[in-house]
């Protein structure tokens, strides 16, 4: 009788996923606990009132009331949550799109300009990353206060359009994805430097660009105590403070707990539709200006 021994190749695929096991441990707790609020909030797009309270939070209605509950949402206080749906976009699209283009021009012009004092310039805009963002808050509002232009949708606007780590990842992107000699070409062709940026460089950062535009759209889509200290006209509420002000009401209408409870999932949909086909390309540009 001679004892079986186990072939090589099995012993080094066993060794492998044992290297890996408490990675993948590691990974799977936290998609357990990232996703685990989201299918809480997707599931409660299905249940009445009562059943919010009354019935397993991670099991959906057997009526299916989603129709009916979206329904109710966009018809509460006179379709108010359609408004802060729309606002919300306008703030998310248009300050992330300026956001974005403010920052591609300023890291190109870092990287592929040399001026006085570049990297003192360059540390200075770099510092903002450090500063909270709460921190900033107040003396934004000051200022707004002082111009007189609170309670309008550019105190919101005007300070997402800046976002210093934005600076940071295009600086890093044009490096590694415009070559200088490209740069050259178009100058020795008789473009000017606007040119030469919107024909050559914005189209070469293009990853780049989208990396930080979803970056920070998903910032001012969940920003919240910007538009909480700028604005108290309800009509230009975003959907965060929009929805805290039916939970500050709950006392006086307890079927607002239903509207936020929906009104959060309807919320996040727009963000899903918008990450998902965009992840490939998103992660592309994220990786290509970690490398440099």
């Known amino acids: 009788m001679t004892a079986t021994s186990t072939p090589p190749a099995a012993e080094g695929q066993r060794a492998w996923w044992?290297?890996?096991?408490?990675?993948?441990?590691?990974?799977?707790?936290?998609?357990?606990?990232?996703?685990?609020?989201?299918?809480?909030l997707l599931f409660g797009l299905t249940k009445t009132l009562p059943e919010l309270y009354g019935s397993n939070g991670f099991q959906p209605s057997a009526?299916?009331?989603?129709?009916?509950?979206?329904?109710?949402?966009?018809?509460?206080?006179?379709?108010v949550f359609g408004r802060w749906l729309l606002n919300t976009a306008l703030y998310a699209v248009g300050g992330a799109a300026v956001a974005t283009l403010?920052?591609?021009?300023?890291?190109?012009?870092?990287?592929?300009?040399?001026?006085r004092w570049r990297e003192k310039w360059y540390a200075?805009?770099?510092?903002?990353?450090?500063?909270?963002?709460?921190?900033?808050?107040?003396?934004?509002?000051?200022?707004?206060?002082?111009?007189?232009?609170?309670?309008?949708?550019w105190s919101v606007l005007i300070p997402v359009m800046v976002n210093p780590f934005g600076v940071y990842l295009a600086r890093a992107y044009s490096a590694g994805s415009i070559p200088d000699e490209l740069l050259e070409a178009a100058?020795?062709?008789?473009?000017?430097?606007?040119?030469?940026?919107?024909?050559?460089?914005?189209?070469?950062?293009?990853?780049?660009?989208?990396?930080?535009?979803?970056?920070?759209?998903?910032?001012?889509?969940?920003?919240?105590?910007?538009?909480l200290v700028m604005i108290t006209d309800n009509d230009l509420f975003p959907l965060g403070q929009g929805l805290f002000t039916w939970s500050s009401a709950v006392s006086q209408n307890p079927?607002?707990?239903?509207?936020?409870?929906?009104?959060?999932?309807?919320?996040?949909?727009?963000?899903?539709?918008?990450?998902?086909?965009?992840?490939?390309?998103?992660?592309?540009?994220?990786?290509?200006?970690?490398?440099?």
């Open 255 to 292: 079927d607002y707990t239903r509207m936020i409870v929906i009104g959060s999932a309807v919320a996040t949909i727009p963000l899903i539709l918008l990450f998902i086909p965009l992840q490939r390309r998103w992660r592309a540009g994220l990786a290509e200006g970690s490398l440099r």
């Open 63 to 79: 009526g299916m009331h989603v129709l009916d509950n979206i329904r109710d949402l966009f018809a509460q206080d006179d379709g």
């Open 187 to 227: 100058r020795i062709d008789g473009a000017g430097e606007l040119r030469t940026f919107f024909s050559v460089g914005l189209r070469l950062m293009g990853p780049g660009a989208l990396t930080i535009f979803l970056f920070q759209f998903i910032a001012i889509w969940n920003n919240f105590f910007l538009p």
């Open 124 to 153: 200075v805009v770099i510092a903002g990353v450090l500063i909270p963002h709460t921190a900033i808050v107040v003396p934004l509002y000051l200022m707004m206060a002082e111009i007189r232009m609170t309670d309008t949708i």
């Open 102 to 115: 403010l920052s591609v021009a300023a890291g190109y012009a870092f990287d592929k300009f040399d001026f």
């Open 18 to 40: 044992l290297r890996r096991a408490p990675a993948t441990a590691l990974c799977g707790i936290a998609a357990v606990y990232t996703l685990a609020p989201l299918v809480w």
